[in-house]
């Protein structure tokens, strides 16, 4: 004669078996459906990012013929800087005030540790052309209190 207990355990087990499984088999469905979705969402993704490279790709190809003057691309180079204070005859101080930034950019800007800003790239590419006299011209009407001073101390 079989057991009572033994009987009640199998049982027991038999019908845990079943209910995990019924638990399990709805969450694998769902879990199926949600892989499906977002294999479909990434198909989705994968055109909309195709279409817009050939939107983009047909953009550039038109915007230059296009455009009536664009402006150029301003080139920085550490070294062309360093040789123009040279060449001006100024301090990084002076310099910075003459560009509107601090002389630690400038150091910064000639060791190529740093980069201007493209509105600072602007105003670097506009003096340029500046001579030494010029420059000193400009320092002078930026800041008339300093060289008030200036003249005061001699």
Known sequence: MPNIAALLKQEITRLARREVRAQVQATKKASTQYRRHIAALRRQVATLERQVALVRRQRNATTPASSDGPSPKIRFVAKGLK??????????????????????????????HATPRASQLAVLASRRSLGKREAQALLAQQSPKKNRRAQRKR
Do not use: M, T
């Open 83 to 112: 040789s123009q204070r040279a060449r001006l005859g100024l301090s990084a101080a002076d310099f910075g005030r003459l560009i509107g930034v601090s002389a630690q950019s400038i150091y910064n800007w000639e060791q190529g």
